[in-house]
């Protein structure tokens, strides 16, 4: 291997992890086949007793696929990184394979919509205890913790408000505990924010976002220690929610330009940030990267840029809100996010639809609020679209 851990993160996202074939080929081929070839009963038997390392089967191993999981393991500065079918597979395999009935688990409030469903109702009825917290209240985190908690898992920022917490205060407070920290890293990516060297135990992505980045394919990964990942991928051996070839493939194709794209996404939205405060439409917009934002200064200090989701609210009700998006004629009206192109949304009737208005009420999603997960089309463009939603309100 390379001394790939001495590179830094763009080169690595472009070349870590790849060992070409005897075929001398430059891009990383894919490895659509099932099942692999013995080359006798002996080596079969060695595969299958795990005495020899080769692959036996494409639910525990495959070339294309491990090539991704290695290549993400540097990003993240992780010693080992395993590939799921999905994100939420990822938030999955991480669950079943660390906890067992009777933990407990402290989650924020603040994490994707079918976080919470995993959560609350899945793990719930296999004797998972589940307590909520706000994100940003470290005392919160603190006085949930139990005796039998054995996990925290959140989403820094968070969707969609763009609030962050400080990622070293909760670990401290997981480790105290003897639990560990799980931390979605799906809005920054490696390339803004390394959760693992802050404190944090477990990193999971939702690959489907910005590691493809051009809204292709679901796919997902957990990062972490070994020890902790052989249980992931023991599970995910047992149960199948794996990540196929061809769609990791496309993930390494995203991730040689995840280093640009992240600061171009964040270039792009800190001025459409910076623009609709300036808009008499446009009541507050929460974007970790304007001074206006309560965790300004942490999101500094934590991360090496801001991303590119931003939320606004405009002054007006559900039907102001209903109208501006109506009006825009070029970004997409879709809940992905992540991608090269602008994707505009109304988190209370779609992603955070089924929470009960309190719920929303109580996580700050007001009826008025449109998420945007900013692309990178010409501002000028995507002002101009949004400026199409603001004659409408
Ligand atoms: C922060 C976050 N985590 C996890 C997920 C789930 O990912 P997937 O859709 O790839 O299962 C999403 C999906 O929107 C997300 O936004």
Redesign the pocket.
């Known amino acids: 291997m390379h001394d790939e851990h001495d590179w830094a993160l763009a080169t690595q996202a472009i070349r870590a992890g790849f060992e070409r074939t005897a075929y001398g080929e430059h891009s990383e081929p894919v490895f659509l086949t099932s099942s692999y070839v013995f080359e006798s009963a002996e080596q079969a038997a060695a595969r299958f007793a795990g005495t020899d390392a080769g692959n036996v089967y494409s639910r525990y191993t495959n070339p294309t696929v491990s090539v991704f999981e290695q290549r993400l393991a540097a990003l993240e500065g992780a010693e080992m990184a395993v590939a799921t ?7 999955l395999a991480t669950c079943m394979a660390l906890l067992k009935s009777g933990d407990h688990v402290v989650c924020s409030r603040s ?2 919509g ?2 919470t469903v995993l959560f609350s109702k899945y793990l719930q009825k296999f004797g998972v205890e589940v307590s909520f917290v706000a994100l940003t209240d470290l005392a919160g985190w603190q006085a949930a913790v139990r005796a039998n908690t054995r996990l925290l898992f959140l ?1 820094t920022p968070s ?1 969609p408000l763009n609030e962050i917490v400080d990622i070293a205060a909760v670990s401290a407070i997981a480790h105290a505990a003897n639990a560990l920290l799980v931390v ?1 890293n ?2 920054c990516t490696p390339a803004l924010q390394r959760p693992l060297a802050l404190g944090a135990d477990i990193v ?6 910005y590691i493809d980045g051009q809204g292709r394919c ?3 990964a957990v990062a972490g220690s070994k020890a902790q990942m052989d249980e992931v991928l023991a599970f995910l051996r047992t149960a199948g929610p794996t990540l196929s070839a061809f769609n990791a493939w496309v993930l390494l194709k995203g991730l040689e330009t995840l280093a640009l794209r992240m600061e171009a996404h964040s270039e792009n939205a800190l001025a459409l940030a910076q623009w609709l405060e300036q808009q008499p439409g446009v009541e507050q917009v929460f974007y970790c990267g304007l001074p206006s934002h309560p965790q300004h200064v942490l999101a500094k200090v934590q991360q090496s840029g801001f991303g590119g989701v931003l939320s606004f609210a405009v002054k007006g009700d559900k039907a102001a809100a209903w109208r501006f998006i109506n009006a825009t004629r070029m970004v997409s009206l879709t ?4 991608d090269a192109k602008t994707t505009i949304v109304h988190p209370a009737t779609t ?1 955070h639809g089924r929470l009960s208005a309190e719920d929303r009420a109580q996580a700050g999603i007001g009826d008025n609020l449109i998420r945007l997960s900013v692309g990178l089309e010409d501002i000028a463009d995507i002002r101009t679209d949004m400026q199409r939603g603001l004659a409408a309100l």
């Not at 079918?85 to 938030?91: H, L, P, V």
């Open positions: 079918a999905s994100g939420m597979a990822a938030i994490v994707f079918t976080t989403e969707n979605d799906c809005f999971v992505h939702s690959a489907t976002k679901l796919g997902g809940a992905n996010l992540g992603t």
